[in-house]
C-alpha cells in the first residue's frame, strides 16, 4: 500500500484543517484518555502485586531490594513538602542509594535511602535530592551546575507536540509537497543532541526532534523519513531555537509494514511447541531474592540501568561462596556512521540520556517468555512525580540448553549424558526504534551467561532519484539505513571468595620450531597480572586468543592455585569512530575492550553519571588517568561489549534480533566438574509410531532415558 496523496475534503473548515495538520487535533497518546485509564489500571496491578507480596517481601526484606512504589510517593512527597521545592520542578529520577559493599558484608544496619533528580527549568539548574526513607527527612539538596539528567517520557511527548505546532515546521513541510492530511499523520522523533559545541545550545538543556510520517495510524513511520529537516527544542522554555533545513529530498511513499493486521498469510506448517513442568518451577523466589540449582542472588531494578543482580553466590558442598557483588548493564552508546543532517548527530547513550529502565516493556507470557514464569513489577517516576507502573517487567524461567556432558565408553558399551538446564533472568527495553534484550543465563556447571538481544527498526533516511548512500544501505525507492554500530558497557563488581581480587590477563603463544619443539605443535600460556589502571586498558586479540581471569587473592583451590572466574569473550569490534570526535570523546569507554579500576563510591557509569550534553572526557578515561592500584584490592571490572551493524536487506521492516555477548566460566573456582551430581533424566514419553521413537526401540533404558531431547 502506499500513502493516500488525495485532496482533502474541501468541505472541512481550513481552519480545523490546519489544527490537524499540527496534530493537536487528534490528541497525542501519551496524554489521551484512554491512555489515562490504561495507566490506572497498571497502577492497580502494580499496586495489587506489591500488597499481595507485602507480607512476604518484608519476612526477606533486604538492603538490595529496589525501591517500592509506596517508597518511591514517599520520596516525592518529601521532597515536595520541602521548602525549597517550587511548583515548577519536575522529576527526572527516584532511585535507591544502593548500600557499600563493606557495610553489607560488616552486617551493619542499612538505612533505606533514596537519590531524586530534579529540574529547574526557571534556573536552568539541575538538583540532587538526598532522602533517608526511615526518618523521612531530606538530607540534601545539592545544585549540579552544568550537569543534565536523561530525557524523561514527558519531553519525549513535548519535542513532538512543540515541535509540529510551529508554523516554520509546517512551512518546512509544505514546502516538501505535504498536504494537509499529511501533515497530520507526521510524527517526531525526539533524539538527545550530544555536546558538538554550538554556542546556542550552551547552558540550556536541549532535544533534537527528527521527522517521519504514516500513512495511517499503524503505519511504520521509519519507511517515510522527512529528511533534510532536524529541530532544535529547548526543553526548559519549550521553544523552537533552531530549524535546519539543508535540503528537500523527496519523502519515501511506498509502505512497508510488519504488524499482524498488515500481514496477507501465515505459514500454516508450525507445530505448537509446549512447555510443561507439571511440578512446576525448580528455583525459589525469596522476596527479591532467587535460589536455584545451588547459585543464588538478588534481584534489583532501576530507572537507568534497568535490571540489576546483587551478591551472586554459590552453594559448594555447604560452603556459600560469593562470586559477584554487582553485576549491571551500566552504559550503551550508539554511534552513527553516517554524514548526513538527519544522521550525524544520532549518537544515543541509552541508559544515561534515555533510561534503560524508564523504557523498560511489560513483558508477555508465550512471547517474550515461555514456561514457567515468575514475573517482577517495579515502577519508575514521571516528570510530575506520579508513578509510572513497570508490571511484569522483569521475566524469570528455566529452560533445556541441550547436553551439559556427555561420555560413551567403548569399551563397556555404556552411555553417561545429562541433560543442561538455565536459569534465564531478563528483560527488554524500548528506546525509540531499536528492542534490547538483556538475559543472564546461569548454569548447572558454574557458568553466568550474559547475551544481548537487538532487534526493533533500524534507523533510516531519504535519498533523491538515482542516489546511493555511501554510507548506508538502500532498502527501498529513495530509502536507506545508515551503517551504525552498539557498545555496551557491562560493570561488573567482583567478589570471587572475598572482597579483595586482581585480573590476570591469558595470551596464548607458539613455541618456534626447535629443540623445545621439534614437532612444531607446541604452544603455552603466558599470564601477566594487570596491576594498574593503565596497564589494565586492554583489548582483545585474536592472534592470541586472549581472555582475562579474576582470581581471588586470598584463596585457593586444592591444588594451591588461586579459585577465579575468566572472561570468555564472544563477537565484538571496534568503533571506527575517530577519537577526537564528539562521540570520541564522550564514549571514550568503547576503545577498549576491558578496564579495571578500583572501586569507589561515585565511580558507577563509564561515561560519567551525567552523559546527557556532556563534552566528554569523563567517566572511565578521567578516573583511570591516576593510574591507581587494582592488584589485590576492591576492584571493579568493566567489560565492552560492540555489536557491528552493516544494514542487510534483511534487516528491513523489523530486524530478526542480533545477539552477543560473554561468558563469565570457573577456572579453579571447582576442584572437579560441580555438574556431576545432576541427576540422569527421566524416560523419554515417546507416541507409537513416531520416528524418533523406532530409532529409540533396540538401545537399552539408559541410552534411551538420557539422550532423547524432550
Known sequence: MTIDTTVPDEHVPDEELEACATGLSIGDTRRSPER???????????DAWYELRARHSAEHASAFDPLSPNEMRRAVALVRNHESFAYHMRFASVMLVEPRKRDVLAGTVIRREAEVLLLDGVHRMTLRVGVDLDSDDVTRWEELPGQQPAITLDEFVDIEIETKAHPDVQEALRKRGLDIQQRALVTVDPWSPGNFGYPEEEGRRVGRGIFYMRSQNDDNQYAHPIDGLVALIDLDTLELIGL????VYPVPMQDSNYAEKFMDSFRDDLKPLEIAQPEGASFKVDGWKVSWQKWSFHVGFNQREGLVLHNIRYNDDGRDRPIMYRASLAEMTVPYGDTSLMQRRKNAFDAGEYGLGACANTLELGCDCLGEIYYFSSATVNASGELEPRNNVICLHEEDHGILWKHYDQRTDKTEVRRSRRLVISFIATIGNYEYALYWYFYQDGTMELELKASGIVQTGALHDGQVSQHGLTIGKNLYAPHHQHYFSVRMDPMIDGIDNRVVELNTHADPTGPTNPYGNAFYVVETPLTTEQKAIRDLNLATARSWVIESS???????APTAYQITPGANCVPYAQPDSSIGKRAAYMYHHLWVTPWREDENYPAGAYP??????????????????VLDDDIV???TLGLHHVVRQEDWPVMPVDCMGFSLKARGFFDKNPALDVPPSAAAHCATGHTHCDELSDVDDHDARCDANH
Request: charged residues 30%; neutral net charge; aromatic residues 6%.
Open 36 to 46: 489515562a485509564q490504561t495507566r490506572a489500571r497498571k497502577l492497580a496491578r502494580m
Open 244 to 247: 535546519q533545513d539543508e535540503d
Open 554 to 560: 586470598t584463596a585457593t583451590n586444592a591444588l594451591g
Open 612 to 629: 546527557n550534553q556532556n563534552p566528554g572526557d569523563d567517566g572511565l578515561p578521567k578516573w583511570t588517568a591516576a593510574d591507581r592500584n
Open 637 to 639: 571490572v568493566w567489560y
